[in-house]
């Protein structure tokens, strides 16, 4: 499976981005699409994640009702919108897959069972 991130950027606090996540190799039906997160200095850290197959999100706290993970299965892409952004928001935002198992989406909100990741891509919010 490969991943390529792209729409990261600069925008002031209270804009809005809209991030792509475009995969390809494998197929995804038994895959979750997670975003992760890492700020400068600070460790990575989950957003949010979708099951390709159902669409069931589940969401960090601090995304939760700002940000909206969501999945085009024609495109095999997945997106996460970001609205509301705060400074808090900046770091490389990281896409990344891994196959579902007993716990369902709810046991991907580490790292650990991700096997692929995407290369980054930077989103800045100024204040």
């Known amino acids: 499976v490969q991943l390529v991130e792209s729409g990261g950027g600069r925008v002031q606090a209270g804009g809005s981005l809209k991030l792509s996540c475009a995969t390809s190799g494998d197929t995804l039906s038994t895959y979750g699409l997670g975003w992760f997160r890492q700020p400068l200095g600070k460790e990575r850290e989950f957003v949010a994640v979708?099951?390709?197959?159902?669409?069931?999100?589940v969401y960090a706290d601090s995304a939760k009702g700002r940000f909206t993970v969501s999945r085009d299965n024609a495109k095999n892409t997945v997106y996460l919108q970001m609205n509301s952004l705060k400074a808090e928001d900046t770091a490389v935002y990281y896409c990344a897959a891994a196959e579902i198992g007993p716990r369902g989406v709810l046991g991907l909100r580490t790292q650990g069972p991700y096997n692929y990741w995407g290369q980054g891509t930077q989103v800045t919010i100024s204040s």
């Open positions: 979708i099951s390709w197959a159902a669409g069931t999100a």
